[in-house]
C-alpha cells in the first residue's frame, strides 16, 4: 500500500498490509482462546477494587450518608465532586465519535471504538452518585415524573431533577451510537468465531447484518443521525451540571461563565483519559500500527487548546472577583490561594495550567510515556479542580462560627477508589469481548489511501 510520508501512520498499517490484516490483527485480541495473564491480572486487580466499592455502598446504605465527612456546612462533598468529574470524562468519547465523524476526521477510526465505550463507563459511575448523595437511593424513583397514586410530582425548578434528564439522555444516545457503529463488527466475529455458543451470542447482537448495500444504508443514516444527535449534547449536558452551581447565590458559584467553563473542562479531562487508556492499550496489545504517534499528536493538541481554554478561566475567575467589588467574592478567592485548601488549589493550577504548555512541543505530544505523564496529572487536576469548586465554596460561609473543614472519610475515599475499579473492570471486559477498534472503518481508510494516497 503506498502512501505519502504525510499520510503514512493515518492508514495505520505497515506496508503490504491489506484488509485481511486488519480484522485478523484486531479479531485475534477477541476470539483468541487464551486470555492474556496480564489480562487477567489486571481484571483481577479491578475486581477486587469493585469489591471495595460494594462494601463502601453497604455500609453506606445500612449507616447513611454520616460514614460521610459531611457536615452542617459542608453538605456537598465527594459524590458531587466524583460526579461532575465522571460526567467531564464522559465527554470525549462523544466528541470523537459524533463531532469529528461529522467533519470527516479520518484520524479519529482508531480511537472511537474505545472512546465510545469509555463514555459510557463513566457516565455509569456518574449516575451512580446523585442517587446515593440524597441519602434514601431507594427512593430514586421519585425523581422521575411518573404518574404516581400520591400525587407527588418533582420538583423541575431543582438541578437535580435537570441532572436526571441530562444523563439519562446522554446515556441512552451515546450506547445508541456506540451499538449502531458495533453492528458491521458483530457480524464479522460472527462469521470467524469457530463456537457455536459465541457465534450465536455475536449473530444475536449483529441483527442478521449481510453487508448488503441496504444494510449499509441505514448504516450511515443512523449513524449520521445519532451524530447529530450527541452533538448537542457535548455543550448541553455538562451545562446543565453546572448549573447545580450557577442558579445558586454562593460566592464561587453564581457565575454565568460556568456553563463554557465546565464544557471546556469536561473535554479537557475527557481527552486526557483517552490519552491515559490508549498508550497503555497499544502497548500491551501491540496495536501501534492502528494507534499511532499522530493519533496521540491530535489528541494532544485538543488537549493543549481545551487546557488554554480552562486556564483562562481560572484568571478570569480572579479577575471577576476583584472586579465585581463583592467582597464575599473576593474573600473565597483569597481563601482558595491562601486558606486550609492552598495546596489544592495551586496543585490543581500546576497540573491543568502549567503543564498543559509542554503540549506547545512536537516531541512532547509524539513521546507516549511524556504524553501519558501529562494526560495523568489533567485527570488528577481537574478531580482537584472539582474539590476546590464544591468544597472551598462552603467551608467558610458568612458567619465564622459555622466554618468547618472537609477531607472526606475512609468511607469518602473508598467508594472514588471503588468506582475506578469498576470503571477499570468494565473497561477489561469490553476489551476481552468486543473490537477496541472499529474494523469496517478501518478497511475503508486503508481502501481509500491505497487508491488515493498518491493523490496526497
Known amino acids: 500500500m503506498a502512501a505519502s510520508t504525510d499520510h503514512a ?26 486470555t492474556p495473564k496480564g489480562w487477567l491480572l489486571g481484571f ?12 463502601s455502598l453497604t455500609v453506606l446504605f445500612a449507616k447513611g450518608v454520616g460514614v460521610w465527612g459531611l457536615n452542617n456546612t459542608v453538605a456537598w462533598g465527594f459524590a458531587i465532586v466524583n460526579f461532575v468529574w465522571w460526567v467531564g470524562i464522559g465527554h470525549a468519547g462523544t466528541l470523537i465519535s459524533a463531532i469529528l465523524l461529522l467533519f470527516r476526521q479520518e484520524w479519529r477510526n482508531s480511537i472511537n471504538r474505545f472512546a465510545e465505550a469509555m463514555t459510557i463507563f463513566a457516565v455509569a459511575n456518574a449516575g451512580l452518585f446523585p442517587i446515593i448523595h440524597t441519602g434514601r437511593p431507594w427512593l430514586a424513583y421519585w425523581l422521575l415524573p411518573y404518574p404516581s397514586m400520591f400525587q407527588l410530582w418533582p420538583q423541575f425548578r431543582s438541578p437535580l431533577l435537570w441532572d436526571v434528564f441530562a444523563i439519562s439522555t446522554y446515556v441512552t444516545i451515546s450506547l445508541l451510537f456506540w451499538y449502531v457503529g458495533l453492528i458491521p463488527d458483530f457480524a464479522t466475529l460472527r462469521d470467524m468465531a469457530d ?5 450465536r451470542i455475536y449473530g444475536l447482537f449483529a441483527l442478521g447484518w449481510r453487508g448488503a448495500a441496504r444494510h449499509w444504508a441505514q448504516y450511515s443514516r443512523a449513524s449520521l443521525l445519532l451524530a447529530a444527535l450527541a452533538t448537542p449534547l457535548v455543550v448541553s449536558v455538562h451545562s446543565v451540571v453546572s448549573f447545580d452551581f450557577a442558579v445558586s447565590s454562593v460566592p464561587g458559584w453564581h457565575t454565568t461563565f460556568l456553563p463554557p467553563y465546565f464544557v471546556a473542562g469536561a473535554i479537557y479531562s475527557g481527552f486526557a483519559m483517552v490519552v491515559t487508556l ?11 500500527d492502528f494507534i499511532t504517534d499522530r493519533h496521540l499528536e491530535n489528541m494532544g493538541k485538543i488537549m493543549l487548546a481545551t487546557g488554554l481554554i480552562v486556564f483562562y478561566a481560572y484568571i478570569m475567575e480572579v479577575f471577576f472577583a476583584w472586579y465585581s467589588g463583592n467582597e464575599y467574592e473576593k474573600f473565597m478567592i483569597l481563601n482558595r490561594m491562601t486558606g486550609p485548601y492552598a495546596p489544592q488549589y495551586w496543585a490543581l493550577i500546576f497540573f491543568n495550567g502549567l503543564m498543559v504548555q509542554f503540549l506547545w512541543f512536537k516531541k512532547v505530544r509524539r513521546t507516549p510515556w511524556m504524553l501519558l505523564i501529562l494526560a495523568i496529572g489533567v485527570n488528577i487536576g481537574m478531580w ?16 465564622p462560627s459555622t466554618w468547618a473543614y472537609y477531607a472526606g472519610t475512609f468511607w469518602d475515599w473508598s467508594l472514588y477508589i471503588g468506582t475506578l475499579g469498576f470503571f477499570a473492570a468494565l473497561l477489561f471486559l469490553f476489551l ?7 474494523m469496517f472503518e478501518m478497511k475503508e481508510l486503508v481502501h481509500h489511501l491505497s487508491h488515493h494516497g498518491e493523490e496526497h
Open 9 to 34: 501512520e493515518i492508514p495505520v498499517l505497515a506496508p503490504g498490509h491489506d484488509y485481511g490484516t486488519v480484522t485478523d490483527k484486531i479479531t485475534r485480541v477477541v476470539l483468541s482462546k487464551e
Open 44 to 55: 483481577g486487580i479491578a475486581f477486587l477494587i469493585v469489591m471495595l466499592m460494594l462494601l
Open 195 to 199: 463456537n457455536k455458543v459465541v457465534r
Open 278 to 288: 490508549a498508550i497503555p492499550i497499544r502497548k500491551f496489545y501491540h496495536m501501534e
Open 384 to 399: 482537584l479542580e472539582r474539590f476546590i469548586i464544591v468544597v472551598t465554596s462552603l467551608h467558610r460561609e458568612y458567619l
Open 432 to 438: 476481552r469481548v468486543l473490537p477496541m477498534i472499529n
